[in-house]
């Protein structure tokens, strides 16, 4: 019946989501961070942005304009994905040292800082990592297209089932990290801030200098 079907593609859909989710990236770290500034919201907000590269993705999937994406493409996307990784672990390090005073840690020293938007954030964690790149162009193109033959609501069916999976852990995460937040001391939240820099900026690093191994994936 249509309706298995449709539920089979929203059960493979959230299970490859989770699978990806669960696995750790520069978007667990920066919604960790963000979640300690500002609440549970931010994790679900994060996933937002994600869903909006996600969202434009699919669609060219379902165009075939993915097919027509090169090597030098990809090598691009590595090279300033990870300097972007880079300069946001950087701002991370920079937050961490101002936590080592109450009044830096109550409010952002700019409204307009990079950091302070967590939809922008999710976008920007998602476009600059090379591996979201690799999955989408390869497995997950493969898997949206097989669901896509047997017709379009089933290739909503598995994104929904996908998204859910993404929305579901990130808001357990951040949901986590700020009901802790009033447990946590000022040196350990410094702490935590400094790990998850340190991490951003080691993904950053490893993305700009190992993309040519990473290419032979494709």
């Not at 935590?192 to 494709?218: A, D, E, K, P, R």
Request: aromatic content about 12%.
């Amino acid at each position: 019946m249509p309706t298995v079907e449709i539920l089979k593609a929203l059960l493979l859909g959230f299970s490859v989501g989770l699978t990806g989710a669960l696995v750790p990236g520069p978007m667990l770290f920066a919604t960790i961070e963000l979640s300690l500034k500002k609440g549970w919201l931010a994790g679900p907000q994060v996933v937002f942005g994600h869903i909006i590269v996600e969202v434009a993705l699919y669609i060219l999937i379902l165009l075939g304009a993915a097919s027509l994406v090169g090597s030098g493409v990809i090598s691009a996307i590595f090279l300033i994905g990870g300097l972007s990784l880079l300069v946001f672990g950087l701002f991370t390090l920079k937050d961490a040292r101002a936590a080592a005073s109450s009044s830096s840690t109550s409010q952002d020293s700019s409204g307009l800082r990079l950091t302070s938007n967590p939809v922008l954030i999710g976008l920007v964690t998602s476009v600059s990592n090379p591996y979201f790149w690799i999955w989408w162009l390869t497995a997950g193109g493969a898997l949206v297209l097989k669901e896509y033959e047997l017709g379009i609501i089933f290739a909503m069916a598995y994104m929904l089932g996908h998204w859910t999976a993404d929305l579901s852990w990130f808001t357990v995460i951040s949901g986590s990290f700020s009901r802790g937040k009033a447990l946590l001391s000022q040196k350990t939240h410094r702490y935590i801030l400094y790990t998850c820099g340190i991490f951003l900026v080691i993904f950053g690093f490893y993305f700009m200098l190992n993309y040519n191994n990473s290419m032979q994936m494709l």
